[in-house]
């Protein structure tokens, strides 16, 4: 299950409404081991792209280098489909690298209904999980 902060969830739409028509993608970074996302990082789709996303490798690699210094990993990875359901496509499943982050998709080929869904992607293998949003994290 994905425990997520309402300010992620609206700066992921946000983000994904500001690049329609092409696909828009970022992380959220939080501190390693905590499952928790605290950091919204929207990153430049390299494909510019209304059916496919890649990060730009430099700017990658400098997000991913920013968030080791910090203590932090990439628990979720983001990007929008503009015109289909937030589903992966097997080009999303087949890119998925990161096998302890969950994956958020968010679909925008609905104006007015914001379709946001997570899902867990391993070795090939897709599953959706339930997506709470909360106000602030309880502490521990």
């Known amino acids: ?3 997520i ?15 329609h028509p092409d ?3 970022g992380v959220l970074a939080g501190p390693a081991g905590s499952d928790r996302p605290e950091r919204h990082i929207a990153m430049v789709n390299a494909e510019r792209s209304p059916t496919f ?3 730009d490798s430099a700017e990658q690699l400098k997000v991913w280098r920013e968030m080791d210094d910090a203590g932090e990993v990439p ?8 015109a289909t359901e937030a589903y992966p496509s097997r080009t999303d499943v087949s ?3 990161e096998p302890g982050a969950h994956y958020v998709l968010v679909s925008t080929r609905d104006p ?6 997570s899902y867990r992607i391993v070795d090939g293998v897709v ?5 709470t949003v909360v106000e602030h994290y309880e502490h521990f």
């Open 23 to 25: 696909e828009a993608c």
């Open 1 to 3: 299950m994905l425990v």
């Open 53 to 55: 996303y890649r990060f």
């Open 127 to 131: 599953t959706e999980e339930p997506v």
């Open 95 to 97: 890119l998925a690298a």
């Open 75 to 82: 628990v979720v990875i983001y990007h929008s489909h503009t």
């Open 5 to 19: 902060r309402a300010d992620l969830v609206e700066a992921m739409i946000a983000h994904a409404r500001a690049d």
């Open 112 to 117: 007015h209904h914001d379709e946001l869904r």
